[in-house]
């Protein structure tokens, strides 16, 4: 019996030595670029720029318009959390003289880098 049975697993192994696998679906020459670790790279890099990189360049331009044409009773918030009314804004100079106390009238003197928020009359400053 063993003679037999080593027989049989000596043909079997021979019939699946001798039998070619199934040929595998190739991809779509499309595909095949589309998964090409380069391309892969490259599109992750496109679809940075157009979700994170272009949306925030738009802001600061935007930012950057409204410091440039800040203006005598601005209202204004500060990097530093300080809000105020702008009394002298120069187009040229790079500072801003704000009024932070409305009773007393005391002014400070601040750089347009450190205004972040410049609040119009439909947001209300939050006290």
């Given at each position: 019996?063993?003679s037999?049975?080593?027989?049989?697993?000596?043909?079997?192994?021979?019939?699946?030595?001798?039998?070619?696998?199934?040929?595998?679906a190739?991809?779509?020459?499309?595909?095949?670029?589309?998964?090409?670790?380069?391309?892969?790279?490259?599109m992750?890099?496109?679809l940075?720029?157009?979700?994170?990189?272009?949306?925030?360049?738009?802001?600061?331009k935007?930012?950057?318009?409204?410091?440039?044409?800040l203006?005598?009773?601005?209202?204004?918030?500060?990097?530093?959390?300080?809000?105020?009314?702008?009394i002298?804004?120069?187009s040229g100079?790079?500072?801003v003289?704000?009024?932070?106390?409305?009773?007393?009238?005391?002014?400070i003197?601040?750089?347009?880098d450190?205004?972040?928020?410049?609040?119009?009359?439909?947001?209300?400053?939050?006290?």
């Amino acid at each position: 019996m063993t003679s037999d049975f080593q027989a049989l697993l000596f043909d079997s192994m021979s019939l699946l030595a001798v039998q070619d696998p199934a040929p595998a679906a190739q991809p779509s020459p499309l595909m095949q670029q589309l998964l090409n670790p380069l391309n892969l790279i490259l599109m992750s890099m496109i679809l940075f720029f157009l979700l994170v990189v272009r949306p925030q360049r738009n802001d600061m331009k935007k930012m950057q318009q409204k410091l440039a044409a800040l203006k005598k009773n601005d209202r204004v918030v500060t990097s530093g959390g300080i809000h105020g009314v702008v009394i002298q804004a120069n187009s040229g100079e790079p500072t801003v003289v704000v009024r932070i106390d409305e009773n007393s009238g005391a002014r400070i003197t601040i750089n347009r880098d450190a205004i972040v928020k410049v609040l119009t009359d439909s947001e209300p400053e939050k006290k």
